[in-house]
């Protein structure tokens, strides 16, 4: 088993800035992957950004440029830098941890970007 949990989120107005993270705690196997997906009101689940325990990192193309995913292996922390919010980033981010056999996923943490 593998815990998920998230903190960060909140409201911001638009150009503004927020940081999520999200601790993974259980039986940690060394090569993994973590990430963000979100989903809006009314949308599926999407793709934010994922990083490798390699360090390989994959975003989706609405916030490249915009937001940055790191990670501390020791720690098992993954941290999402969302910088130049917009309105439509406003969703429900979800903190995702996945090995070759298992996928997990955090309680959600909202992000709503308003002025």
């Known amino acids: 088993q593998v815990q998920l949990v998230e903190s960060g989120g909140g409201l911001v107005q638009p150009g503004g800035f927020l940081r999520l993270s999200c601790e993974a705690s259980?039986?940690?196997?060394?090569?993994?992957?973590m990430g963000w997906y979100r989903q809006a009101p009314g949308k599926e689940r999407e793709l934010v950004a994922t990083?490798?325990?390699?360090?390989?990192?994959n975003y989706a193309d609405a916030v490249k440029g915009r937001f940055t995913i790191s990670r501390d292996n020791a720690k098992n922390t993954v941290v999402l830098q969302m910088n130049s919010l917009k309105s439509e980033d406003t969703a429900v981010y979800y903190c995702?941890?996945?090995?070759?056999?298992?996928?997990?996923w955090g309680q959600g943490t909202q992000v709503t970007v308003s002025s």
């Open positions: 995702n941890f996945r090995d070759w056999l298992r996928n997990y």
């Open positions: 259980g039986t940690i196997l060394r090569a993994n992957t």
């Open positions: 990083i490798t325990s390699g360090g390989s990192t």
